[in-house]
């Protein structure tokens, strides 16, 4: 008999502890640290031409997206597509002693290819560039009404050159022996987190 009460007393015991145990919830999943990463490669046009002086300009990109990594591997991954963007600066020149400044209303929209034969977009806001030296940083927001990555930072780091470094351009511009800069290329690494 008091073997039996025993087993009953243990299993009244475990059954006690197996239920007053809170069960550890699962972990929420971290975001990816990148979700899609594409090349740019685009046309560049300084409206007035970059010179000495600073001034308000705007910087018109249009061009091709491509050797896109994609985290989604489903039938909507994006396999490329283009770009257009319109920067608007307060200040933009090729004098190193003056800062760029964005100015309102900046906007960027890529529209994406996706590997099923359908496309989507994606606009950009609240852009901010910095240092725009032949390289520099520019980010923003896709706006939630994208109907691809509705809520994404954009991430681009920006490499521009012309006939040669938009550096060595600005330089003979500074120097008085070039031309303002109407006109240049573009090369980007764009990354969607």
Do not use: H, Y
């Not at 299993?11 to 699962?26: E, G």
């Not at 909507?76 to 608007?88: D, I, P, Q, Y």
């Not at 400044?101 to 994606?122: C, H, I, Y």
């Amino acid at each position: 008999m008091s073997v039996r009460r025993s087993a009953v007393t243990v299993s009244a015991v475990l059954a006690a502890l197996c239920t007053a145990v809170t069960p550890v919830a699962d972990a929420a999943p971290t975001a990816a640290a990148e979700i899609l990463n594409c090349t740019v490669n685009a046309a560049v046009t300084f409206s007035p031409p970059l010179s000495a002086s600073p001034e308000a300009t705007t910087v018109a990109i249009g061009g091709t997206v491509s050797g896109c990594l994609d985290s989604q591997g489903g039938p909507t991954a994006v396999t490329g597509g283009t770009v257009t963007a319109t920067l608007k600066f307060g200040t933009l020149s090729c004098n190193p002693l003056t800062p760029p400044a964005m100015a309102p209303g900046s906007t960027a929209t890529f529209t994406w290819n996706l590997k099923d034969g359908t496309q989507a977009s994606s606009t950009i806001t609240d852009i901010a560039v910095v240092d725009v030296d032949g390289a520099g940083t520019l980010t923003g927001t896709v706006t939630g009404s994208s109907t691809r990555l509705a809520g994404e930072n954009l991430t681009t780091v920006l490499n521009i050159d012309s006939d040669q470094p938009i550096l060595d351009n600005c330089v003979d511009v500074l120097l008085g022996v070039g031309q303002p800069i109407a006109q240049s290329t573009l090369t980007a690494d764009a990354a969607f987190s």
